[in-house]
């Protein structure tokens, strides 16, 4: 399978651009879909910066370090929220480019998915696998997933504003 890119979505970066460590396993997951020829292209999300790098930017060079060339990298330095990742995402991917493999932690991709589909993408899901937590912080994350979900699509009809 041979996707039109690869997206990314952002998350957080620690104090000189180094990566929380669910954004590690994003970019190890998406630099390892690049290295099975999934994509040439890989599109970094995330226009937040912490501590004075954005997501993007600390994305792009920790694909870098692991052996992804810099011209197969594109940023994308405005979203803060998963729908605006797809939102931007479709203004920059050129037309056509429907089929995108959406690299995100694994409890996060339905939600990722939702808005890459209300974007007008064919998403395939390229899931970052988190690991296990107890049950009362899986529970609290699933829970703050929903009402996103809910907010997102809220958004996406229109009675609500990103």
């Not at 292209?41 to 792009?60: M, N, Q, T, Y």
């Not at 405005?78 to 429907?98: D, H, I, M, Y």
Request: proline share 5%; net charge positive; aromatic share 6%.
């Amino acid at each position: 399978m041979t996707l039109a890119s690869l997206v990314v979505l952002g998350c957080r970066v620690g104090r000189e651009g180094k990566l929380s460590t669910p954004a590690e396993r994003r970019v190890r997951r998406a630099a390892l879909a690049f290295g099975e020829g999934m994509a040439s292209r890989i599109l970094v999300c995330g226009g937040k910066r912490w501590h004075g790098v954005s997501e993007a930017d600390a994305f792009a060079s920790a694909l870098n370090a692991l052996g992804v060339p810099g011209a197969a990298i594109d940023r994308e330095l405005v979203s803060r929220s998963t729908l605006q990742n797809a939102r931007c995402a479709a203004k920059l991917l050129l037309l056509g480019q429907r089929s995108v493999g959406v690299v995100t932690c694994d409890w996060h991709m339905p939600r990722a998915l939702h808005c890459f589909r209300s974007a007008g993408f064919d998403p395939t899901p390229i899931p970052a696998r988190a690991p296990e937590l107890p049950l009362l912080a899986t529970r609290a994350r699933a829970l703050r997933e929903w009402c996103s979900y809910w907010l997102d699509a809220l958004t996406i009809a229109g009675r609500t504003k990103v």
